[in-house]
Every structure is written in C-alpha cells, then in structure tokens.
C-alpha cells in the first residue's frame, strides 16, 4: 500500500505541475494589500491610435490588445481601470510628468521614461521593421541617408534610430497613422514603426500601397508602465500577469496580432503540460520499480 499510495501522490503532483496557474489566486504581501484596499480606482490614459495595443474605437471607447490585458489584471486584482481623454503618447507622457496620470500602457522602458514611470514585467513583444511604399524594394536604414523618413514622436525606437541612423532626415509623427499617410503621399520615404502597427492599419484602411521592408534591431518589450510613487502597483502588475492562465492570454493575443507576432499556438501550453507529466511518470515507473526490488530483495 505504501508504494502505491507514493505514486499516487508522485502522479497527482505531476498533474498540479502541469496545470497553469488559477485566476485571481494573487500572491500579495500585507503592505500590497492594504494599499490595494484604498486605491480600487486607478485611472489610465490610452493612445488615441496606437493599434492594435491601444486605440480608441468610433464611439470613443479605448480597444486593443493592452487594454485587454488591463482590464483582465483588474478583474485579478479587484481593480478598475478608468480611462482619460484619450491622446498621442507625448501628451500622455506629460501628464504623467504633471501627476495626472497614473498608468501608461504599451510602453517599452527608456531612461528618460524611468525619471517618471516604472514598468511591469513585458506582456508582449513585437518588432520595429520599415515601412515602405510598394515597388521600392527592400531598402535599409543606411541606404536611406539624407532621405526624410517618419517615426512616432515620443516612441522609444525614435531615440534609437536618431542615435544610429543621424545621417537621415527624421519627421517625427504624432502616431503610426499619421506617418503612414505621409509616406503614401509621396512626403517620406519610409517609416519606422513595430510590425503589429503596421499590419493592423493597413488592414484597417484598406491600403495595398505600402509594404513592409527589414527590421531595424530594435524591438518592443511592451510594459504597463506606473507612476514611481506607487511601487505597490507594480507588483500587483507582475503578480496578476503571472496569474493569468495560458489560455486567456493566448485569446488577446491571438485576437489582435499577426501569426507571426504573438508565436503562440493554444496547443503549446497542453504540450508543455503533457511533457511534464510524461517525464513524472517516467519518475515514478523508474521508483516503483526500485521499490520492487528492494523489498524483493
């Protein structure tokens, strides 16, 4: 009985190994929690149009892949999340130097951001690749030198390319959108924006125009990024993203990005489960059968 009752609990703690972890099951410390108890209301302020992270629809509701991923921390957290005026991210990054906002979403962390703002564990990450008009063929950044060429002001690739590439002549835009326009108008030459973006306004707007060229080097780690003051909010943040269950984070993710951006297949957690459990049973059957012995013996 003693060897079959081993195994019976080697197999059942196999199996909770494999499961992902439950919903609202928050690993929170007593501070956390008292803070948590006085601040059920934290307002956030969305990009106006920064899909499919973050945008806000024809009635004016802020949508997209942050914003559901916020609403599922809240519904973890026992958090509502209250939406500002939506606006272009540099006015939101000044509102948050004012101490008028009190989350960001979307954000990849910078220095210059971290003076204001620190940041969750990343939620996503996707890569900035170059825009361009269809039938100008695959150029690069340095093939582009003295070209003017679109990014978003404010975006944390902005400092990166004018850093490296400062033999370009940079048009800084309010948002993807609006440099997209630009390009199709004949008035840049390329755009630097992450793929997601891209392939969400194109499909959006209907454009068969432009296309998408290389990628930069530069990618986007996409953090909840919070007011320094409130370090509590930050692991709220991190321990309600790594409460999640597998499967929901695959449906936004699925839901607002391009195959080839969010890599994630819903079979893959069931397989990475079943792995573990086979290896457990390969414990136990390998246990059982020394146990076997060594009584036979």
Same mark, same amino acid.
Do not use: C
């Given at each position: 009985?003693?060897?079959?009752?081993?195994?019976l609990l080697?197999?059942?703690?196999?199996?909770?190994?494999?499961?992902?972890?439950?919903?609202?099951?928050?690993?929170?410390?007593?501070?956390?929690?008292?803070?948590?108890?006085?601040?059920?209301?934290?307002?956030?302020?969305?990009?106006?149009?920064?899909?499919?992270?973050?945008?806000?629809?024809?009635?004016?509701?802020?949508?997209?892949?942050?914003?559901?991923?916020?609403?599922?921390?809240?519904?973890?957290?026992?958090?509502?999340?209250?939406?500002?005026?939506?606006?272009?991210?540099?006015?939101?990054?000044?509102?948050?130097k004012l101490?008028?906002v009190d989350?960001?979403?979307?954000?990849?962390?910078?220095?210059?951001?971290?003076?204001?703002?620190?940041?969750?564990?990343?939620?996503?990450?996707?890569?900035?690749?170059?825009?361009?008009?269809?039938?100008? &063929?695959?150029?690069?950044? @340095? #093939?582009?030198?003295?070209?003017? %060429? *679109?990014? !978003?002001?404010?975006?944390?690739?902005?400092?990166?390319?004018?850093?490296?590439?400062?033999?370009?002549?940079?048009?800084?835009?309010?948002?993807?959108?609006?440099?997209?326009?630009?390009?199709?108008?004949?008035?840049?030459?390329?755009?630097?924006?992450?793929?997601?973006?891209?392939?969400?306004?194109?499909?959006?707007?209907?454009?068969?125009?432009?296309?998408?060229?290389?990628?930069?080097?530069?990618?986007?780690?996409?953090?909840?990024?919070?007011?320094?003051?409130?370090?509590?909010?930050?692991?709220?943040?991190?321990?309600?993203?790594?409460?999640?269950?597998?499967?929901?984070?695959?449906?936004?993710?699925?839901?607002?990005?391009?195959?080839?951006?969010?890599?994630?297949?819903? &079979?893959?957690?069931?397989? @990475? #489960?079943?792995?573990?459990?086979? %290896? *457990?049973? !390969?414990?136990?059957?390998?246990?059982?059968?020394?146990?076997?012995?060594?009584?036979?013996?």
């Amino acid at each position: 009985m003693g060897i079959r009752l081993f195994l019976l609990l080697l197999v059942l703690s196999a199996f909770a190994w494999s499961r992902p972890a439950m919903a609202g099951a928050l690993q929170l410390d007593d501070e956390t929690q008292r803070w948590l108890a006085v601040h059920r209301t934290i307002y956030y302020a969305p990009e106006s149009d920064y899909g499919p992270f973050v945008f806000t629809d024809a009635q004016g509701v802020p949508q997209g892949l942050s914003v559901d991923f916020l609403q599922l921390i809240g519904e973890q957290a026992g958090i509502r999340f209250a939406a500002l005026p939506a606006a272009p991210l540099s006015q939101n990054l000044e509102g948050v130097k004012l101490g008028k906002v009190d989350v960001l979403t979307s954000l990849r962390p910078t220095p210059e951001r971290a003076q204001w703002l620190d940041f969750s564990k990343p939620y996503v990450l996707v890569p900035a690749a170059l825009a361009v008009r269809s039938g100008a &063929g695959q150029p690069d950044l @340095a #093939a582009l030198a003295g070209k003017r %060429v *679109a990014v !978003g002001k404010g975006y944390a690739v902005e400092g990166f390319v004018r850093e490296h590439y400062p033999s370009l002549r940079w048009e800084a835009v309010p948002d993807d959108a609006s440099g997209l326009r630009l390009l199709r108008g004949g008035q840049v030459e390329a755009m630097v924006l992450d793929e997601a973006s891209f392939a969400f306004i194109v499909k959006r707007e209907g454009w068969k125009d432009l296309t998408l060229g290389d990628r930069v080097g530069y990618d986007y780690p996409l953090s909840m990024a919070y007011r320094k003051d409130w370090p509590e909010l930050g692991r709220i943040f991190d321990a309600a993203l790594l409460a999640l269950p597998p499967d929901q984070k695959t449906v936004v993710l699925t839901r607002w990005l391009p195959e080839r951006q969010h890599g994630t297949r819903r &079979g893959d957690n069931a397989i @990475a #489960a079943g792995g573990i459990a086979i %290896v *457990a049973a !390969g414990i136990a059957v390998l246990l059982y059968s020394r146990l076997r012995k060594q009584r036979a013996a």
